[in-house]
């Protein structure tokens, strides 16, 4: 069973600054997920990766297939990006492995 | 409005009352899922459906039934629900299982 490490587990920054969340997992996998989850609760899917780099807006997600890691970006932080982020990998099994998520990473941005 | 519904949104209960949580999208999508979300485990998956009829058991299916007679409605059923049942509960759903997730706005049930 696949072991999802994040770290850290708590960041608090001032607006404006580079952001970066790490993700490492142990068995290879055949997807990884970024996840926000908002104070209020609900969950939205930021980027699905199985190699390479994915860009959306301010945010970069990037996966070392090798090294089993994976990491998120936000750059020029604002407050609005205070969430839960959360990393979620599928087995190499694809379809019939479920998800194995992270314990998340709290993020808060000061103004 | 693309989106995956949870009903109902709220639960207290009492222990053994047998209830059920509503699941239901209205993407087309195959996969469904059910997740549980507890303060310093994060979530886990309880249940997946990859389509119609097709259902398998996750990391914590003990305790849970569900069915998936249609490709929309996904409910999650508690025969006999228990005190360590009491937890946040998300339901979502993707094209494949291999495809981004939708996830639905969560149920917090507590069972007394």
């Known amino acids: 069973k696949n072991e999802v490490e994040q770290s850290p587990q708590n960041l608090t920054a001032q607006e404006g600054e580079f952001i970066t969340i790490n993700c490492s997992y142990s068995?290879?996998?055949?997807?990884l997920h970024w996840l926000q989850q908002h104070p209020g609760g609900g969950i939205v899917s930021l980027f699905m990766l199985s190699s390479g780099k994915k860009k959306h807006g301010r945010l970069i997600a990037t996966i070392n297939i090798q090294e089993k890691h994976s990491s998120l970006h936000i750059t020029a932080s604002h407050p609005r990006d205070s969430a839960v982020y959360i990393c979620?990998?599928?087995?190499?099994?694809?379809?019939?492995?479920?998800?194995?998520f992270g314990k998340g990473t709290h993020l808060i941005i000061q103004p | 409005e693309a989106q995956v519904t949870q009903n109902p949104r709220y639960l207290i209960t009492v222990t053994g009352k047998k209830l059920t949580v509503t699941c239901s999208q209205n993407m087309n999508h195959e996969y469904m899922s059910w997740y549980r979300q507890d303060p310093g485990l994060g979530l886990r998956q309880i249940y997946y459906?990859?389509?119609?009829?097709?259902?398998d058991k996750g990391d914590v299916p003990e305790g849970y039934k569900v069915s998936r007679k249609e490709k929309r409605n996904f409910p999650l059923i508690l025969e006999s629900p228990s005190p360590n049942q009491t937890s946040l509960y998300f339901c979502a759903s993707s094209l494949d299982a291999e495809e981004t997730q939708y996830f639905g706005p969560g149920t917090r049930l507590l069972v007394l």
């Open positions: 459906s990859m389509n119609v009829e097709v259902t």
């Open positions: 068995v290879g996998i055949s997807a």
């Open positions: 979620a990998v599928r087995g190499s099994g694809g379809g019939a492995d479920g998800l194995t």
